[in-house]
């Protein structure tokens, strides 16, 4: 019993997919190009796209509500940097109880629309002592340290394929890119890898110890299953992390959420203008 509530039921899945997408289509004639999750203290990117439709998760069929307060819960169609995006204001994270199936299937959808990139941004502890508060990261890779993975369960072959290959999961391309933009717009970025955790709580010492050996620069509690799931419908995915907080095991401090959203809200104009000026070369 103790199992199901990991594995994904699959029942329906792509029906559901299939009315979401038919009650979105019905109400806009948009076919967006790059979907765009904006993580914890990062949303105002949407406030950048001229917008064409807004979309109350409440309304939309299928769609989980997010119950985090710094997330607004809309997806947001329109353009920005000359695209066709659609962002979701507000992600779904597994430590809200959400099944992974419910935190991805806002993803899945936007496959369906047409988007064949995906650009996640979110707040993350940087384990990499090098790094700095307020440090903007493009991910390279990832662990998936959840104990947990969106893909468990009967395999929907229209979506992808039983056993996707893990060996790009962050496109090369649109590191790149992202690198050449960020010259471009002169803010600075790093490159790491991002260790996804479940939360809620924080790590403790040991765990930022044993992430660091890991090989892991940042660690945060969503991304990894949005991600695994667009690289199963073959997406292109660019991943960016803002440092929120140091996680120095030897010289760690109580760490407040409200620090955290507060650095992320700063970086957010940095981190907007670098996503802008990357799509743009998209
Ligand atoms: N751990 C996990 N998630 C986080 C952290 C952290 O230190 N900082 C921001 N998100």
Redo the contacts with the bound molecule.
């Keep these: 019993m103790a199992m199901k509530r990991f594995c994904r039921t699959k029942t329906g899945l792509m029906e559901n997919i299939k009315e979401c997408v038919r009650f979105i289509r019905k109400k806009a004639d948009f076919n967006p190009e790059i979907a765009l999750i904006l993580g914890?203290g990062l949303g105002n990117l949407a406030a950048r796209i001229k917008p064409a439709h807004v979309f109350s998760y409440e309304k939309l069929p299928h769609f989980p509500h997010s119950t985090v307060r710094s997330h607004k819960g809309q997806l947001v169609f329109g353009e920005l940097a000359g695209k066709k995006v659609a962002a979701m204001e507000g992600r779904f994270h597994f430590y809200e109880g959400y099944s992974l199936e419910e935190v991805t299937f806002a993803v899945r959808v936007l496959r369906e629309l047409g988007s064949k990139i995906l650009v996640v941004s979110?707040?993350?502890?940087?384990l990499n002592l090098g790094y700095r508060k307020g440090e903007i990261v493009l991910i390279d890779d990832h662990i998936n340290f959840m104990g947990v993975n969106p893909l468990v369960g009967p395999n929907e072959e229209k979506l992808g394929p039983r056993f996707p290959d893990m060996c790009e999961p962050y496109s090369r391309r649109l590191i790149d890119i992202a690198s050449k933009a960020s010259a471009e717009v002169k803010v600075p970025v790093r490159k790491g890898v991002y260790i996804g955790?479940t939360?809620p709580c924080?790590?403790t010492r040991a765990e930022?110890r044993m992430m660091r050996n890991f090989g892991a620069d940042l660690?945060?509690?969503s991304t990894v299953p949005e991600v695994i799931v667009a690289v199963h419908m073959g997406m292109e995915v660019l991943g960016v992390s803002v440092v929120?907080?140091i996680?120095d095991p030897d010289h760690l401090e109580p760490?407040d959420i409200q620090e955290?959203i507060k650095t992320a809200n700063e970086a957010g104009p940095k981190l907007d203008k670098l996503i802008t000026a990357a799509i743009k070369r998209f």
């Design positions: 914890t979110n707040a993350a502890g940087g955790v939360g924080l790590e930022y660690v945060g509690m929120t907080d996680c760490c955290i």
